[in-house]
């Protein structure tokens, strides 16, 4: 059984960091693509960052370029989001999910496998 867990969200002021990590279990995710991301209440699960199995590319969301960064320690299993100047629009459920194919895509349905999320709440 795959899992994906996620961990590092919680409670910062704005302009603060936060370090979310993702760690999976069930198989082995070298090969595969890795992305977060993040659900405000009342909107749609939309992409914020993604990453290839070897970590040499990675795509981000305009609106978090700069300031977030995602990085993978396929040894570990673990792939992690690290955020930076933090705005209160950065407020959601953040989710790690993973797909059976190498190539980083921001769509939702192209991914296979969840976590059950992390909140990050950021206050002004």
């Known amino acids: 059984q795959v899992q994906l867990g996620e961990s590092g969200g919680g409670l910062v002021q704005a302009g603060g960091s936060l370090r979310l990590s993702c760690a999976a279990a069930g198989r082995t995710f070298s090969s595969d693509a890795m992305g977060w991301f993040r659900q405000a209440p009342g909107k749609e699960r939309e992409f914020v960052a993604g990453i290839t199995w070897r970590g040499a590319n990675t795509r981000y969301a305009d609106s978090v370029k700069g300031r977030f960064t995602i990085s993978r320690d396929n040894a570990k299993n673990t792939v992690y989001l690290q955020m930076i100047s933090l705005k209160p629009e950065d407020t959601a459920v953040y989710y790690c999910?993973?797909?059976?194919?190498?190539?980083?895509?921001?769509?939702?349905?192209?991914?296979?496998?969840w976590g059950q999320g992390t909140q990050v709440t950021v206050s002004s």
């Open positions: 999910a993973a797909r059976t194919i190498a190539a980083v895509s921001p769509r939702v349905g192209a991914y296979d496998y």
